[in-house]
């Protein structure tokens, strides 16, 4: 009989009959308060009637308008949506499929943008599994060991993980930009540096908002250097902060945006923006894809964008993420196996760690299986794996919030006593 490859890890034995908003129903029967979204994917909540109802249309019209070769309406409807939401300047847009090939993307057009060779990528970034990006993924060695060699010209610095050196946000961020203009002395100098790829919070790295002063700092040296500051907003974008994009919590603004996930509610759809003038010096035809563009994802994201909306998503994100984040602090102070409870609207992470302040992963591991018993899904994340990630649909309710706070205390009760 032929079976799924153990390659596949999957964080829970659930398979799923149906679901709708914050809720899975698996085939054994049981609700599942869905606090994983698809890492991140379904904004709108599962099946949203509108995201359906576009999608649907859109199939009974055209699938596969390959956009290499023809254009289609939701493609330009979806940029000129985009455009209401992107940062001023940047008005040029290419989609692809998966946040891997947008951020491979970013690092074409980077390097085609400044006819330099290097990237620099800060330690515990997630940014892909296609192996350029894995090349540029630090957020554990899994994710690259034992398929190198890798690409070329990647090379990393520090990121200011505050909790983790012991030390206040500020000295952290001191460190990380002195380490960075370290290696732009030592190891890339500033003329071979195409651009500085990071995420506004680490993602699969621990849940780790990035400090609004190193961003800052970042957007300093890249205007000194005429280095392409790329922000990747994968996981971070769309509202799951409780800004539109992750890194408005600071002033730097990116070169290039990456988005993909969130932007079309689980329709595979990615895209990078960047000022027409940075677009145009990527030669025509050195971006494409079978599939990168697809007219039903379009639609999907079309719709995407305008439940958020209407439906004021982001701010939804902000209030019940303050709610989640309150909540998460209150159970830390009951559970010392907590260290560490951080996030910015509905993208938390709560770090677990031994007496010593060393990464538990064990006990991360065991609450994230617990969470699945008491009918709340939940992922880990981080290099130790001791970091669990709550990231509900943004449309998620006060009552929905309460009853995964009471699901989680009762995992974490349920291992630790
Ligand atoms: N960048 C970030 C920040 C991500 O979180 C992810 C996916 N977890 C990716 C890139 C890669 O996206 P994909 O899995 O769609 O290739």
């Known amino acids: 009989m032929t079976s799924l490859s153990p390659a596949l890890k999957q964080a829970t034995p659930v398979v799923v009959d149906h679901a709708l908003g914050s809720w899975i129903y698996g085939t054994d029967g049981r609700d ?108 554990g060695t899994r994710f690259s060991a034992g398929f190198a060699p890798l690409m070329a010209g990647v090379h990393m610095s520090a990121f200011p993980y505050a ?98 996930k969130g932007i079309a509610s689980g329709f595979p759809i990615s895209a990078i923006a960047a000022s027409t003038e940075t677009m145009s010096k990527a030669w025509p035809g050195s971006q494409g894809g079978t599939y990168g563009g697809n ?12 439940v958020v909306e209407e439906e004021g998503l982001v701010e939804n994100s902000r209030i019940r993420g303050e709610q989640l984040q309150g909540g998460l602090e209150a159970i830390q102070g009951r559970f010392p196996v907590i260290g560490d409870v951080r996030g910015r609207g509905l993208m938390q992470g709560i770090e677990f760690t031994g007496e010593d302040g060393t990464p538990d992963g064990a006990t991360a591991a065991a609450v994230q299986q617990a969470t699945v018993d008491q009918g709340l899904l939940t992922l880990t994340c981080g290099p130790a794996g001791n970091v669990i990630r709550l990231i509900p649909a943004l449309v998620v309710t006060a009552e929905e919030i309460s009853m995964g706070l009471e699901r989680f205390e009762a995992a974490v009760g349920a291992v630790v006593g």
Not at 233 to 248: K, L, N, S
Not at 295 to 306: F, I
């Open 295 to 306: 007219a039903v994802a379009a639609a999907a994201g079309v719709a995407t964008l305008g």
């Open 32 to 139: 599942y308060l869905d606090f994983t979204t698809g890492i991140g994917v379904t904004s709108t909540g599962h099946c949203h009637p509108k995201v359906v109802a576009a999608a649907r249309e859109q199939v009974g019209k055209i699938i596969h308008a390959q956009y290499t070769t023809v254009m289609h309406t939701p493609l330009l409807e979806l940029t000129e949506k985009l455009g209401e939401v992107l940062p001023s300047g940047l008005d040029s847009v290419f989609y692809a499929t998966s946040g891997s090939e947008a951020v491979e993307a970013s690092i074409r057009l980077a390097r085609m943008a400044t006819g330099r060779p290097n990237i620099v990528v800060f330690q515990g970034g997630f940014h892909g599994r296609t192996v350029a990006a894995a090349s540029m993924t630090t957020a």
């Open 163 to 260: 909790y983790r050196y012991g030390w206040d946000e500020d000295a952290a961020v001191a460190f990380a930009l002195q380490e960075l203009d370290y290696l732009l002395q030592t190891r890339t100098a500033p003329n071979d540096t195409a651009a500085f790829l990071i995420e506004p919070a680490l993602g699969d790295g621990g849940y780790l908002p990035t400090p609004p002063a190193f961003m800052e700092g970042l957007r300093e040296r890249a205007d000194t250097h005429g280095i392409q500051l790329i922000f990747d907003e994968v996981q971070a974008g769309v509202g799951r902060t409780g800004r539109f994009w992750g890194h408005q919590y600071s002033s730097a603004t990116p070169d290039i945006l990456i988005t993909a």
